[in-house]
């Protein structure tokens, strides 16, 4: 591995290599570099101007040590991998299963997961989605306060460890979402500003990257780097990327748009389909439209508005921004054209949001929809999951809309057997004064929302990591056992009919009557009683697939 590092305004900069220093010299562009090659597994560091203080490389690839100390060197070639017939995965219209590494097993490790890959295989996913792997301060978080964006989390198993996780998934047929975070930086640990102009303003979760001032091109060489490293050399198959919304890119060619175009270029190169899934609030249907169309090139993009529309159906919660979707045509017009918010009033934001789909050009697959995922468990006071605050029959009808719809269908680790677990936020940033500063700001954020402190879990507290760890003794317990059954069903009903699989949004036709809820799909007609917990699947006059709650429950089970 070469040494090089970006410094544009530094005077001097230093390569401290396992014991020895070498001085390295600027080139026209403000790298730093020097004529030396750094074996794999070696650990280097780097001295900034006259600061003794030893730095990790901004694009490391290894910090076994934890975010602070130095990184160590990788070669990609060393590792054995065993994918080379593996053709790929496109995400549209595939069914994507969300996980966390840190609480998927008890092991929380890349290899401890791999032992649970055959219960996905089994249930029908066609794409693992892994939540954050790049490294944070502490051994354990959600992975959104990643400040080495190229390193993975050595608790976790490092590199190698994701790399047999990605070659186990592909040696069973699953393809591979990573999850990344290009619009902050966490709190621990992001040196990137000592060694030049990356950070641009704070967004509401950290400091943001200078993605349009002056100096910037290198910044999103950055992101383009790092995005292109864990396509070529982690092998996975996908990228989501995290609050796009959030990226101030006042360019001509956006950071998105040039992220399209490289990503479409290594799927040509590579002979594999590779896809960019943004998570985006702006409700605007550009995010997926083709770039040649003036669009951002985004294959797929989150819908929040058919999630929270379904959960108010199902629970009858309103509160915050739930409010909006009370509304008597929520649930039809989100299964029909995805946004809810589509120019209309959002009493949340107390303005007009949202701009209409083109159902006669977009694909309904160009949405990824769910009624549970990490982000609307996890960022409740509590993390209490759907199965909370509605039945398990209910939580069937909900799956039901959402597998058989005409949309990327998404689930959330244990959703699928209605886990009991909660999915909480968690930390361990081993600073005590950042600690106890994240402790009180979320104890207070909730508490402004009518939250008792005292109710809101503690992030540093062991015991909320580990009530948030599945339990995968549920799978066979009574009444967990019936959820299972009804999803491998919903997933086998998908698999075997194209017609529920068709991406056209035009030909979705939806009846809503309070309580009870019919989704057309070509000849498919599925009819959905909240109430009486049912769900009917008919083809034509023939009832393909039935589930009553009253008769997957027997007594003394629910």
């Known amino acids: 591995m070469e040494i090089r590092v970006w410094g544009p305004d530094l005077d001097r900069v230093r390569a401290r290599v396992a014991d020895d220093e070498h001085e390295l010299t600027r080139d ?119 400040v080495l964006w190229g390193a993975v989390h050595e608790p976790y198993g490092g590199p ?73 050399h982690f092998h996975v198959d996908a990228l989501r990327l995290d609050a796009v919304h959030a ?108 701009r209409p789909v083109d159902t006669a050009s977009i694909p309904g697959t160009a949405f990824v929809t769910y009624v549970q995922d990490h982000d609307q468990v996890g960022n409740r006071a509590t993390g209490d999951r759907l199965s909370a605050a509605a039945s398990p029959g209910r939580q069937v009808c909900g799956a039901a809309l959402v597998l058989l719809g005409p949309f990327t269908p998404m689930l959330f680790m244990g959703e699928e057997w209605a886990a009991s677990t909660p999915w909480q936020f968690f930390a ?32 540093m507290d062991g015991a909320t990591l580990e009530r948030s760890t599945l339990r995968w003794d549920e799978t066979e317990a009574p009444g967990h056992r019936e959820v299972l059954e009804a999803y491998r069903a919903l997933v086998a009903l998908r698999r075997q009919h194209a017609e529920l699989r068709d991406a056209s949004l035009a030909d979705v036709g939806v009846e809503h009557d309070g309580p009870r809820l019919t989704l057309h799909r070509g000849p498919f007609a599925i009819h959905v009683d909240r109430d009486a917990e049912s769900v009917q699947v008919r083809r034509c006059a023939e009832t393909v697939w039935s589930f009553s709650a009253r008769e997957a429950w027997p007594p003394g089970t629910d």
Not at 99 to 116: N, V
Not at 338 to 344: K, L, N, P, Q, V
Request: hydrophobic share 35%; with cysteine.
């Open 247 to 354: 990226l101030r890119d006042t360019r001509a060619l956006t950071l998105l748009e040039a992220l399209a175009a490289q990503t479409a270029e290594l799927a040509e190169r590579l002979g594999r389909p590779l896809s960019l899934v943004a998570e985006s609030d702006l409700n605007d249907p550009r995010t997926v439209t083709p770039r040649d169309e003036h669009g951002l090139g985004m294959d797929a993009q989150w819908a929040d508005d058919v999630h929270h529309a379904l959960h108010v159906w199902l629970t009858g919660e309103t509160s915050g921004y739930y409010a909006d979707f009370a509304a008597p045509d929520a649930v039809a017009k989100t299964l029909r054209g995805a946004f809810f918010h589509d120019g209309t009033w959002s009493s949340f934001r107390e303005r007009s949001h949202g």
């Open 28 to 146: 026209a562009g403000g790298w730093w570099a020097a004529d030396l090659h750094v074996d794999h597994g070696t650990d280097y560091a780097f001295l900034l101007d006259d600061d003794e203080t030893p730095l990790p490389d901004p694009r490391s690839r290894w910090q076994p040590h934890g975010v602070h100390a130095a990184s160590r060197a990788v070669d990609h070639d060393r590792f054995a991998w065993t994918d080379a017939t593996w053709a790929g995965r496109p995400l549209r219209g595939s069914l994507v299963y969300e996980l966390h590494i840190g609480t998927f097993t008890p092991g929380r490790t890349f290899d401890s997961a791999i032992e649970r890959l055959d219960h996905l295989v089994d249930l029908g996913v066609d794409l693992v989605e892994v939540l954050p792997v790049n490294a944070f301060d502490g051994p354990h978080g959600w992975g959104y306060d990643g």
């Open 160 to 232: 190698d460890g994701f790399k047999r996780f990605v070659d186990a998934c592909h040696a069973r047929g699953l393809g591979v979402v990573l999850d990344v975070v290009y619009n902050h930086l966490g709190p621990s640990g992001a040196y990137l500003d000592r060694f030049g102009p990356y950070f641009a303003g704070t967004t509401d979760w950290g400091a943001g990257l200078n993605l349009d001032g002056p100096q910037s091109d290198e910044v999103r060489r950055y992101v383009l780097d790092n995005a292109h490293d864990w396509f070529e």
């Open 428 to 459: 361990s940033f081993p600073d005590p004064e950042l600690a106890d500063a994240v402790r009180t700001g979320r104890r207070r954020e909730f508490g402004r929302h009518g939250w008792g402190e005292s109710d809101v879990p503690d992030p």
